[in-house]
C-alpha cells in the first residue's frame, strides 16, 4: 500500500487545489492574512497524512500525525469562515468547502479509530484450569 491509495489523502489533495484555485481568484489574495492561513492549512492536511504514513508501522506515531492532519483540516474551516465573512467568497464556495472539509474530517476521525482498533491485541484466556 502507499499514501496515494488511502482516500483521505486523495480527498485532502483534491480540496487542497480545489481551495487554491478558489483563493487566486480573490484579488491579492497573498496580501490577506487569512487566505494565506487557508493556503497553508489545508496544504498541511495532505502533507501531514504523508509524514504519518512514513510512520504506519508505529501505530501510536501514525495517529500521532493523524490527530495533526485532523487539526489542519478543522483549522482550514475557520480560515473558509474568515474568508467569507470579510467577503472573498460567495456562499456557494463557502458551503461547498466548510462541507467537503467537514466531511474529510469525520472521514480522518474513522480511520484514526480504525488504526487504533486495527492492532490491539485481544485478552489473553488466563493460564491453568478454569
Known sequence: ??????????????????????????????????????????????????????RRFRRKDYVHFLVMSLGSSDETQDHIKALFADGYFNSEDRNYFLKSYKDLSIRIVNYMNYQRNKFLTPEKPPLGPQ
Request: charged share 20%.
Open 1 to 54: 500500500m502507499q499514501v496515494n491509495d488511502l482516500k483521505i489523502y486523495q480527498i485532502a489533495c483534491k480540496l487542497r487545489d480545489e481551495l487554491h484555485q478558489c483563493i487566486k481568484r480573490v484579488p491579492r489574495f497573498w496580501s490577506i492574512k487569512s487566505a494565506n492561513q487557508a493556503l497553508g492549512s489545508s496544504s498541511s492536511v495532505s502533507a501531514i497524512i504523508i509524514e504519518g504514513f512514513s
